[in-house]
Each structure stands twice: as structure tokens, then as C-alpha cells.
């Protein structure tokens, strides 16, 4: 079965500063890999996702994330923090073939201004 | 915004008694998700229909049962319910290929 592993539970970023979020799965054929992100009281939103061709994969608000085979690592970045930042991210992975979405425990990002 | 609607937003029961809780959808998509969301635990899948009638288990279903007569319509019934099922409870739809989900606003259950 798919799984992804997120570390960290609660991430602190200062406002501007590079944000990192650290996402490794483990799949046995070659996933489609998600982040989603989380607003307080609000349902999950998708930031990005890659399921073929190009590696680094750009989303909304400014994040992207590059996926490295040889390190089955699906990290998320964004160069500068904005305090709209603040939120909870999930990384999530589905096997090729079914439908079913399996989600990190997520990160807690705290934008310090 | 996707149109998916849960029902009722917040809920406060008794352990043993029976809650069913609603997701209905606009979209017409054929996947329909039931979730729950704890603290350390991220979100896990509960239940998950394919179509209608069509329905299979995930991977925290024990003490869950579900159903979808229609379309748009996604019922979760927590038949007794108990402590340990007090969370966050979010419906979520997908189209045929499911690359992407969309998210309801979620079900706040607190079990006393």
C-alpha cells in the first residue's frame, strides 16, 4: 500500500523567508503525488499535484515541488513566506490504478512576521 | 467552488446512540469520500463509493457504515456511536480519473 511519511508536525517560517515542507513516500509503482492545504475551519484544497512529465511541478499561490525518484521524496517549497501562508499542508500519494488518496499527518505552518 | 454540502456542520450526541451524517454534491461526480480528521493523525479514509450502491471499505471503517441511493447523495452512519469517533469529518468528491479532490467544510462530531 501507499503511504507518505511528513515530519514535523509544526513548522515556523519568518514572513519572507524560504518555506520547506519535507514529503517521502513509499509506493511500489510510481504515484501520483499531491499537496494539499488546509485554511483554519475550511475543508483541504489542492495546491499541486504531479502524475507525469515534468518533475517540478508549479502550483498555486507561488509553491511548487519536484519530484525525485531516487530519493522518493515529493518536497514542497516556496521562496518567500507570505503571512496568508499559515495553514496546515498535507502531502498525499495514490497508487496508478485506484482512486484512493492516502494523506501525511501534515504540517502546521506558522508564519512569523 | 465545487458544490458539495455536509450536514450538519456541528453535532453533539451521546455515546451509544445512532448518527447518520449527509454529503450532497451538485457536481455529479462518481467518487464520493468519506474522512475523518484527527489531531496527529492527518485525514484516513473511512469509506469510499465508486457509483451508486457501489461502495467499499477504507482503512479506519470499523464502527462506520455508509450508502449512496443517488448520485449525489453520500450518507455515513455511525451505527453506536462512541468516544474514539469524536473528530472532524469531511466528505470529498472526484471525477473519474480521482486526481483531484474536492473538499466539503467538514462535520464537527463530538461524542459525549
Known amino acids: 500500500a501507499q503511504s507518505v511519511t511528513q515530519l514535523g508536525s509544526h513548522v515556523s517560517v519568518s514572513e519572507g523567508a524560504l518555506v520547506l515542507l519535507r514529503c517521502n513516500y513509499s509506493?511500489?509503482?510510481?504515484?501520483?503525488l499531491f499537496w494539499y492545504v488546509q485554511y483554519p475551519n475550511q475543508g483541504l484544497q489542492l495546491l499541486l499535484k504531479y502524475t507525469t512529465g515534468a518533475t517540478l511541478v508549479k502550483g498555486i499561490n507561488g509553491f511548487e515541488a519536484e519530484f525525485k525518484k531516487s530519493e522518493t521524496s515529493f518536497h514542497l517549497t516556496k521562496p518567500s513566506a507570505h503571512m496568508s501562508d499559515a495553514a496546515e499542508y498535507f502531502c498525499a500519494v495514490r497508487g496508478r490504478g485506484n482512486n484512493r488518496l492516502a494523506f501525511g499527518k501534515g504540517n502546521q505552518v506558522v508564519v512569523i512576521p | 467552488d465545487a458544490g458539495i454540502t455536509q450536514s450538519p456542520r456541528h453535532k453533539v450526541t451521546e455515546t451509544g446512540t445512532p448518527v447518520t451524517l449527509r454529503c450532497h454534491q451538485t457536481?455529479?461526480?462518481?467518487?464520493m469520500y468519506w474522512y475523518r480528521q484527527d489531531p496527529g493523525h492527518g485525514l484516513r479514509l473511512i469509506h469510499y463509493s465508486y457509483g451508486v450502491k457501489d461502495t467499499d471499505k477504507g482503512e479506519v471503517s470499523d464502527g462506520y457504515s455508509v450508502s449512496r441511493s443517488k448520485t449525489e447523495d453520500f450518507l455515513l452512519t455511525l451505527e453506536s456511536a462512541t468516544s474514539s469517533q469524536t473528530s472532524v469529518y469531511f466528505c470529498?468528491?472526484?471525477?473519474?480519473?480521482?486526481?483531484?479532490?474536492?473538499f466539503g467544510s467538514g462535520t464537527q462530531l463530538s461524542v459525549l
Open positions: 457536481e455529479n461526480h462518481r467518487y
Open positions: 509506493s511500489s509503482v510510481p504515484p501520483y
Open positions: 470529498a468528491i472526484s471525477e473519474d480519473d480521482g486526481e483531484k479532490l474536492f
